[in-house]
T-cell receptor, first 114, second 112 residues
Framework: EAQVTQNPRYLITVTGKKLTVTCSQNMNHEYMSWYRQDPGLGLRQIYY???????DKGDVPEGYKVSRKEKRNFPLILESPSPNQTSLYFC?????????????FGQGTRLTVV | KQEVTQIPAALSVPEGENLVLNCSFT??????LQWFRQDPGKGLTSLLLIQSSQREQTSGRLNASLDKSSGRSTLYIAASQPGDSATYLCAVKKTSYDKVIFGPGTSLSVIP
């Protein structure tokens, strides 16, 4: 089954404790990205990657890091989480170059930073 | 800068009604437009994808149209059911490499 898998689904952590949210897709997609969703602000892109070893900032990259060492994985790293990073996070993937290519989303990771 | 809006923000209808959700975008030069459904606290499920060269797509009780020149898309839901209750998001892509820009969503409640 084609899917984007995020882990963990839920996470509560303390300020300053480094964490990683993993994202994996099994569709051989080139393009992957991370979004956060906040009430009243909608979905905003954090980082994206057009292929292995190619990453770039989205709209709200501050406080986040990403890496793309393999095509299927695109982890989101919070080196020193802060309470304003409490949010619902989504990973997405899609093929590039085709107008009929859908964006597939993971089930989300609800992060609470206390 | 591309901006996407959705009207109405919330909608409550009795079961069985046909309904229309609206999506507007400011830059008509889009690659495709996608409609998603999101259940509370859950992920996004893709409903329909319309390429820039297409005018509509259908899937079951759902029909989505696209008018690029006016910057509008509509999602038509026929014979609504309580299970259709969710938030519906539209999103546009400017190029094949671009991020997906989302509208704020329409929260739909279908009353039994």
């Amino acid at each position: 089954e084609a899917q984007v898998t995020q882990n963990p689904r839920y996470l509560i952590t303390v300020t300053g404790k480094k964490l990683t949210v993993t994202c994996s897709q099994n569709m051989n997609h080139e393009y992957m990205s991370w979004y956060r969703q906040d009430p009243g602000l909608g979905l905003r892109q954090i980082y994206y990657s057009m292929n292995v070893e190619v990453t770039d900032k989205g709209d709200v990259p501050e406080g986040y890091k990403v890496s793309r060492k393999e095509k299927r994985n695109f982890p989101l790293i919070l080196e020193s989480p802060s309470p304003n990073q409490t949010s619902l996070y989504f990973c997405a993937s899609s093929r590039k170059g085709l107008a009929n290519t859908e964006a597939f989303f993971g089930q989300g990771t609800r992060l609470t930073v206390v | 800068k591309q901006e996407v809006t959705q009207i109405p923000a919330a909608l409550s209808v009795p079961e069985g009604e046909n309904l229309v959700l609206n999506c507007s975008f400011t830059d008509s030069a889009i690659y495709n437009l996608q409609w998603f459904r999101q259940d509370p606290g859950k992920g996004l499920t893709s409903l329909l994808l319309i390429q820039s060269s297409q005018r509509e797509q259908t899937s079951g009780r759902l029909n989505a149209s696209l008018d690029k020149s006016s910057g509008r898309s509509t999602l038509y839901i026929a014979a609504s059911q309580p299970g259709d209750s969710a938030t519906y998001l539209c999103a546009v892509k400017k190029t094949s490499y671009d991020k997906v820009i989302f509208g704020p969503g329409t929260s739909l409640s279908v009353i039994p």
